[in-house]
């Protein structure tokens, strides 16, 4: 593979900066293998649900993570939590811009000048930080003072910060949102189960590394970090019986390929999907636009092969919505 392989021109206009309202009104681009796709709604996704399908969901919640602190000499620090090292969400992994010359053992206060996290070292990744929260309620200073990490290609304020989390999600351990899920309402979760389609969970830790971009000229010798997932034997359960398994997102479909891969319902995954993978779990996926370059392209590629251009190409022509506030396509696994 070549890094021309997952390159395509995104305008910048076409980039959502807001989520639209309500969140089912987001369009949909529906794969339908060699024939034209097809313009569709969110809120019409149940018309192009099975009897017998299983819809998977990533429920973990996003960390309001971005937090702005100074040093004891007065300088900013901004501190971004990436994932919790403990059960008492005490210690973290975390990036600290700058954090060139930050020291073992240094302070952090916030704005009123109180004392609020020390830096106990360096990270398991070689441009983060293990850093330590003083205060022992930990989560109400994050809940109190961060602020949500929208991804950078996103300028405007977002006014409400729970368009940002899934209207499912539950512990609040993740770096980003699993964004697909961002387009469903408790109505439309209703309707799908009206018609005898459960819906069931996984979690995985959305990271920062999930959406970095692939620099080297073979995307395949990209290095890609592991997240932690937890598949629960239910799900699996359910997964393992059904006709079709539905995943929502990007994140859904690594969790559910890693127990696949692995044979582990939990762990940490640093599973990498590109051209030649075999999907054990997943038969359709319910998906954002992604950037070009990026990790989440190269698994659309494995996922459908080359018409992933063609759909593309076609969501720029007719002006879809791109990226983490934007629409959704619905696609089905190429068998070949």
């Known amino acids: 593979m070549q890094l021309s ?19 089912d009104s987001a ?17 019409d996704l149940p018309q192009f649900l099975r009897d017998g399908d299983v819809l998977v969901v990533n429920d973990t919640k996003v960390v309001p993570a971005r ?4 040093r004891s000499s007065g300088g900013a620090v901004e501190v971004l939590l990436l994932e919790p090292l403990d059960d008492s969400h005490q210690t973290w992994e975390a990036l600290l811009r700058p954090g060139r ?3 073992p053992g240094e302070v952090l206060h916030s704005a009123d000048g109180s004392e609020f996290v020390v830096v106990r ?5 070689g441009d983060t930080f293990r850093i330590e929260f003083v205060h022992p309620n930990p989560n ?16 405007q304020r977002l006014d409400d910060s729970n368009r940002y989390q899934t209207v499912y999600a539950r512990a609040a351990k993740s770096a980003a949102a699993p964004t697909a899920g961002l387009h469903f309402t408790p109505e439309l979760l209703g309707k799908i189960r009206e018609m005898g389609i459960p819906t069931v969970s996984v979690e995985l830790v959305v990271g920062l590394d999930t959406f970095a971009p692939v620099t080297v000229d073979d995307p395949r010798q990209h290095v890609i970090h592991s997240e932690s997932y937890h598949v629960p034997s239910e799900t699996l359960a359910m997964v393992q019986s059904a006709r079709r398994v539905v995943a929502v997102g990007t994140t ?3 969790a559910l390929e890693s127990v696949g891969a692995t044979g582990q319902a939990s762990g940490r995954t640093n599973l990498f999907i590109t051209r030649g993978f075999s999907f054990q779990h997943v038969d359709v996926l319910l998906t954002n636009f992604h950037m070009p370059r990026t990790t989440l392209l190269l ?7 080359e018409r992933w251009r063609r759909l593309y190409e076609h969501a720029v022509e007719q002006h879809y919505r791109f990226l983490s506030f934007g629409d959704a396509m619905l696609l089905k696994r190429s068998r070949s």
């Open 27 to 43: 369009r949909l681009l529906v794969d339908q293998g060699s024939d034209a796709p097809r313009d569709a709604i969110v809120r």
């Open 121 to 125: 070292g360096r990270g398991v990744k």
């Open 67 to 70: 937090l702005h602190l100074s």
């Open 299 to 305: 698994m659309i590629d494995a996922f459908v092969g």
């Open 252 to 254: 859904a479909t690594r």
């Open 140 to 155: 109400a200073l994050i809940d109190r003072y961060g602020e949500m990490p929208l991804p950078p290609y996103i300028s």
């Open 101 to 103: 010359k930050m020291k």
């Open 5 to 23: 392989d997952i390159d395509y021109h995104l305008p910048a206009e076409l980039i959502a900066q807001v989520p639209i309202e309500p969140r």
